[in-house]
């Protein structure tokens, strides 16, 4: 029998069955990232998004398509997770559009056009789409399903066409993107895609293919993707103490110099005439009165951390209320919020401290657009500054812009030490577009490295690279290849510093990490960068033995 049009049940039921297909092949697209690094991987990321889509899915049991495809759009909008994720939730947003109301049935024309007005939509979404991706591979597939559409009626021949003709434009991603060639992949994105047409037509084919297994493990629910530690640690420094100085003449070092015995985790920035200071001491007094000698104080802050860290991680807590608690007592001191992306227990301290509430998330583990719209939600703020901190994350911020009420900002940190930089700058008594200037102008300042290593063997920039291999990254890209972890990273500082004379130099080591072998490291630095200054803090992240930042 031949099918020329498709209905809202069929609907869903391709869509379900090409999440599945998806599913169980997302480590073959995981192995065709071309950074070997670990990472929120596309296969991973498209497939999560795409199983918060059937979630929606199954509330829908009218046999309204605009339903459906609205339902879809949805749900994968809510689900997106990297720039993968949200370009293929853009696809189903402008597929939905495309789709007119009170539609019973499409044809194999209507379909064809509903995907074109999807890719249309993915376009709109990526401010500079690049060639070669997953946006390529989806408009040539998009222009062959409409042609296939004026010769035949059959949905099964246009759609197995159009799936050939999508395998043979991926086939020449390399020669789009010199990294795919290099790494000799085609773009992992676009292989997603793929798999999720092989979906759709199977259905198309067998419309009574039984489909049950594929709503087996399919969805998790969104509120795990934030996560929170529940193990009670002792606290050495009792108060978190933040304030300002405002003055005519602050020596920062000297201030640096008098504060350094009184706790950690110290933080001093700013110039002569405004300064910012954040230590964790037992001592807050103490603190006041060596910086009351430089100038007026003001946005006093001092927070007891063993009671919040009870409070907020005790043997009690078996929900998120004190979490949810934790949000509303912050929002009450400041008229504009900021959230960070954060993984980590030291990390999320450090952003905590310096008055950003946490999105947990990062590598390996990007949080979605509804995780993000959570916390938004949950603060008191009407206005926010998001930082996502990560490259692969900030598209998918970007989308709560477009659904919240409130006044987001995105600023497009891709880094750790770009968030904690741009968190220094931040004034809670300035205006929002003023704290956005400060905050854009202070990332500028600092260099970010991180340390990790080699997920799978390949090449990259002319340099072979094993599985278990040592890399170093500055500002994104690879630039050293070894195999021994302090090797590394001493190299990595050394590039980081080239042509400056002085500044700061700060480590965050991660839970592989011993603080001997940071303490050995760090006598090293000290002994070759005398004019630095030269700080280390227990980041806790995973999967990144260090990150660096200099300034």
């Known amino acids: 029998m031949v099918m020329e049009r498709i209905d809202a049940n069929l609907l869903k039921k391709a869509i379900t069955y090409a999440a599945f297909v998806l599913r169980q092949n997302k480590k073959v697209v995981d192995s065709l990232n071309v950074f070997p690094v670990p990472d929120g991987d596309t296969g991973t990321n498209m497939s999560l998004t795409m199983d918060q889509a059937v979630k929606e899915l199954e509330q829908v049991s009218s046999a309204d398509l605009k339903k ?26 402008g597929f939905a559009q495309g789709i007119p109301a009170n539609k019973s049935s499409l044809s194999s024309m209507e379909l064809a056009l509903a995907y074109k007005s999807g890719v249309d939509a993915a376009y709109r979404a990526v401010m500079r789409p690049v060639e070669g991706t997953i946006l390529t591979v989806a408009r040539e ?15 099964s021949i246009i759609l197995e066409n159009t799936l050939k003709y999508g395998e043979k434009v991926l086939a020449k991603t390399p020669e789009m993107l010199k990294a795919l060639k290099e790494a000799n992949v085609v773009d992992a994105g676009g292989k997603g895609l793929l798999f999720l047409m092989m979906g ?15 709503y087996q493990s399919s969805v998790v629910d969104s509120a795990g ?92 807590v078996e929900s998120n209320e004190n979490y949810d608690k934790l949000y509303d007592n912050k929002s009450d001191n400041k008229k504009i919020g900021v959230i960070s992306v954060s993984s980590g ?50 598209l998918t911020a970007e989308q709560v812009k477009s659904i919240s009420k409130k006044n987001i900002h995105v600023l497009p940190t891709k880094s750790i030490p770009q968030g904690i930089s741009a968190l220094l700058a931040f004034n809670p008594d300035v205006s929002i577009e003023e704290n956005i200037l400060n905050m854009s102008e202070n990332i500028k300042t600092v260099v970010s490295g991180e340390v990790t290593y080699a997920v799978r063997d390949t090449q990259y920039n002319g340099t072979q690279i094993k599985t278990g291999d040592i890399l170093g990254i500055i500002d994104g890209k690879l630039q050293i290849v070894g195999t021994d972890i302090e090797e590394v990273i001493i190299k990595l500082v050394e590039l980081m510093t080239e042509g400056k004379e002085e500044g700061m130099i700060t480590i965050y080591y991660g839970s592989d990490i011993e603080e001997s072998a940071v303490e050995k490291t760090v006598d090293i630095l000290t002994q070759r960068y005398d004019e630095f200054d030269i700080e280390y803090y227990s980041g806790g992240q995973s999967l990144y033995y260090y990150i660096v930042s200099v300034e």
């Open 68 to 93: 459906v495809a609205d339902k879809a759009a949805w749900g994968s909008l809510m689900g997106a997770r990297g720039n993968s994720g949200v370009i293929l939730s853009q696809l189903f947003r």
């Open 141 to 155: 597939t998009a222009d062959k399903m409409i042609s296939e559409a004026k010769r035949t009626n059959d949905l």
């Open 200 to 214: 759709f037509l199977e259905v198309i084919k067998n419309p009574e293919l039984d489909i049950s297994t594929a």
């Open 225 to 316: 993707d934030i996560s929170y530690s529940k193990t009670y640690q002792e606290i050495k420094y009792m108060y978190c103490t933040e304030l300002f100085i405002t003055g005519n003449a602050i020596d920062m070092e000297a201030l640096k110099k008098e504060l350094s015995s009184l706790g950690d985790s110290m933080i001093v920035t700013g110039t002569a005439e405004l300064a910012k200071i954040h230590i964790h001491t037992n001592r807050p007094d103490l603190v006041l009165g060596s910086s009351l000698k430089w100038g007026e104080l003001s946005n006093i802050k001092i927070d007891n951390m063993k009671i919040q860290h009870k409070e907020m991680i005790g043997n009690s």
């Open 345 to 394: 227990q030291g990390l999320n301290e450090i952003f905590s401290s310096l008055g950003a509430d946490i999105i947990e998330g990062g590598q390996s583990m990007n949080p979605s657009t509804e995780s993000i719209l959570s916390v938004v939600e949950k603060t008191g703020y009407n206005d926010i500054i998001i930082l996502p901190n990560n490259k692969n994350i900030i």
